[in-house]
């Protein structure tokens, strides 16, 4: 469990991240989704005292980070997977943390397997593709075997297997009672990765909740409606919260009803329907909407979506 309080971190006259609260609870995966520059890499280091905060505090598993007796049982972090030893192999280097903290090689060779390591294990690291880098960086995560983990964009630069694997552990681990806490400015990752969501941008938390849940608040759900009577129906629906539009002869794109109203009062007035779809809206299209103002750089030609992922 990850509690923070008012966080707050400045840089100068930069505010990084801005008096920001939330919980990430156990047994799910929570993601922290924002644009580049949106302060979540600043927020993941003051969890594990990397960074100090300019005010407010956070703790982990009830203490804050430095207060553990034993940090690596606690809490697992993948924050920069490039920071290791060039030259060591990867058994080298995971068996220096762990003798560091007194864990035995037993473990070191669990999470070898664990992270499908074994046939490069004896290798520099330095030779390491950015997959091998990223699944090292989770096996030092792993090995304290903790009750939190933290990986910030741990998917960054992987291959679609790279991809499907960490997304598989993280479900894993979470299945298992783990809090597990990882940061993306990806929303298509993030839709088929995480549970819940904790979107920020320019340092502040802009929404949170279950993934679907902030993609239904962002952006509503729209219904189409198709009916020969179209534009009587247009007129029964219209409310002080709903909008309709026509999207061709015949087919209305209705929000701020459901497909259950709609259908009623359609029926109450005998006019027939032809299709009732509720269409939701994707997590990408949600994010474009919430982080349009939050964005921090921006190129001038830039499409919708990549403004967002940039
Ligand atoms: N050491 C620092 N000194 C000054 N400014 C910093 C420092 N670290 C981060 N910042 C600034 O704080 C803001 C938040 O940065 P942070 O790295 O936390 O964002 P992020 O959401 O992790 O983005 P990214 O996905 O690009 O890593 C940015 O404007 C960044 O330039």
Do not use: C
């Not at 088929?192 to 920020?200: F, K």
């Not at 015949?250 to 269409?279: C, F, K, M, N, Y």
């Amino acid at each position: 469990m990850i509690e923070a309080h008012d966080l707050t971190k400045r840089y100068g006259d930069k505010t990084a991240v801005d008096r920001i609260s939330f919980t990430v609870r156990p047994g799910s995966v929570t993601g922290f989704l924002g644009p580049n520059g949106a302060g979540k890499s600043t927020t993941m280091r003051m969890v594990v005292g990397l960074d100090r905060p300019t005010a407010g505090h956070v703790t982990v598993n009830g203490k804050p980070y430095a207060q553990h007796r034993k940090p690596l049982s606690e809490v697992g972090i993948l924050l920069d997977a490039k920071a290791v030893h060039t030259s060591r192999s990867a058994y080298q280097h995971l068996r220096a943390m762990a003798a560091t903290h007194g864990i035995s090689t037993t473990r070191v060779q669990e999470v070898i397997e664990m992270t499908g390591l074994q046939a490069v294990a004896r290798k520099r690291v330095g030779g390491f593709s950015l997959g091998m880098g990223q699944r090292l960086g989770i096996a030092a995560a792993m090995l304290g075997d903790p009750r939190t983990l933290i990986l910030d964009e741990p998917v960054n630069g992987l291959d679609p297997e790279g991809v499907k694997w960490v997304r598989t552990m993280v479900r894993r681990l979470a299945d298992e009672g783990r809090t597990v806490f990882l940061s993306s400015h990806l929303m298509s990752e993030m839709a088929q990765t995480a549970d819940h969501l904790l979107v920020i941008g320019r340092g502040r938390i802009i929404t949170s909740g279950p993934v679907q849940e902030v993609i239904d608040a962002a952006q509503g759900t729209t219904v189409r409606v198709r009916s020969p009577r179209a534009s009587d129906l247009a007129a029964l629906v219209r409310g002080a919260q709903v909008t309709v539009s026509p999207a061709e002869p015949g087919l209305l794109e209705v929000r701020g009803r459901t497909a259950a109203e709609i259908g009623d009062l359609a029926a109450a007035s005998g006019i027939a329907l032809h299709e009732l779809t509720p269409v939701r809206a994707s997590l990408e299209d949600a994010y474009l909407t919430l982080t349009q103002d939050e964005v921090e750089y921006r190129s001038e030609d830039r499409t919708a979506t990549e403004g967002a992922r940039r």
